[in-house]
């Protein structure tokens, strides 16, 4: 206020020598600018409330934003915890689920795997016996053919021992025997036949080569089931070892058919057909002795009787005489 008066001052005119008019005219300039300054001082004043009040109406709205999110934040862990401990659950029983399948598959491999060993030690002692047993059939043979092949099979099955041995070297056990029924039943059969067939015949040949292939047919069915075993264990060095054994089982089989089919069951057809010959001309040689032994007792009983006429007579010669 000192200031525009200060302005007005300076700037208030003298007396002019225009006279009254002129004054008015000076009062209404200077009155015009004394409003263009109170109402610029107005809004000047003005500006400032304004920007107190936006400021204050800004500052409650962050608050109340503050308030709300303070407000967010208190509830979120209670959704959040709502919302995620259904998740979590889901996730630790998803992972109970992998661990008791793993628990599970673990299980019933190790039971394979008991098994898959049991069946080991149950062809180990099979092979063992079958070493002991072909020498015995190939004394019992007659055909060349078939002693050879039994000869060799025994240094197969001797090859198969010792590839089982490297079996359970695979498996980080002790070679160990189980005894199996089967084979040992399949054994005690060849022994029956040889004691139920005459020495020397194609027929014992027969019967021998029947309970070979017995043997190989249960060696066949084992070996083939165990390779595939090992292959499911994933035990591919064990599966290769059993899988050449096989092979060889396969071509013994072979060999016993092609000899069986070659001579041994025509010789034994043969073999068969001449007793039965042989024995019809016994029977009717036996029938014809009959006969002439009926024949002597009836001349016996015909010469006795002419005897006794004899006889009669020379006693009636012998009476009229006396007389």
């Known amino acids: 206020m000192k200031k525009t008066s200060a302005k007005n001052k ?8 225009d006279g009254p008019a002129a004054g008015r005219a000076n009062r209404a300039t200077n009155d015009s600018k004394r409003t263009t300054s109170g109402s610029g001082k107005a809004a000047a004043s003005s500006r400032p409330a304004a920007t107190k009040s936006s400021r204050t109406t800004a500052k409650t709205a962050t608050q109340k934003t503050a308030a709300h999110s303070n407000v967010s934040k208190q509830s ?171 092979r060889e089982e396969k071509e013994t089989d072979t060999i016993l058919s092609t000899i069986a089919e070659q001579h041994v069951n025509y010789d034994a057809l043969h073999e068969s057909e001449a007793p039965q010959a042989a024995g019809g001309n016994e029977d009717e040689d036996e029938e014809e002795t009959d006969i002439e032994i009926e024949f002597d007792e009836v001349d016996i009983d015909v010469a006795d009787d002419e005897a006794n006429e004899d006889f009669d007579d020379m006693e009636e010669d012998l009476d009229d005489e006396e007389r």
């Open 76 to 246: 979120t862990p209670r959704s959040v915890a709502r919302q995620q401990t259904p998740r979590a659950t889901n996730t630790v029983a998803r992972g109970n689920i992998r661990s008791t399948t793993r628990i599970q598959q673990s299980s019933a491999k190790d039971l394979l795997m008991n098994f898959f060993q049991d069946e080991i030690k149950d062809i180990y002692w099979a092979e063992k016996h079958i070493v002991k047993t072909l020498p015995k059939l190939k004394k019992a043979a007659t055909s060349p053919q078939l002693k050879t092949a039994f000869d060799q099979h025994t240094t197969q099955s001797q090859e198969h021992v010792n590839r089982l041995d490297k079996v359970f070297q695979h498996l980080g056990k002790k070679a160990q025997a189980k005894k199996c029924e089967a084979m040992n039943g399949i054994i005690q059969e060849g022994e029956e036949i040889i004691s139920h067939t005459e020495a020397g015949t194609a027929t014992r040949d027969v019967g021998l080569i029947l309970a070979a292939q017995k043997v190989e047919h249960y060696e066949i069915a084992t070996y083939g089931g165990l390779a595939q075993l090992a292959r499911t264990l994933q035990l591919k060095h064990i599966a290769a070892l059993l899988e050449t054994t096989l």
């Open 10 to 17: 300076a700037s208030r005119p003298g007396k002019s020598s």
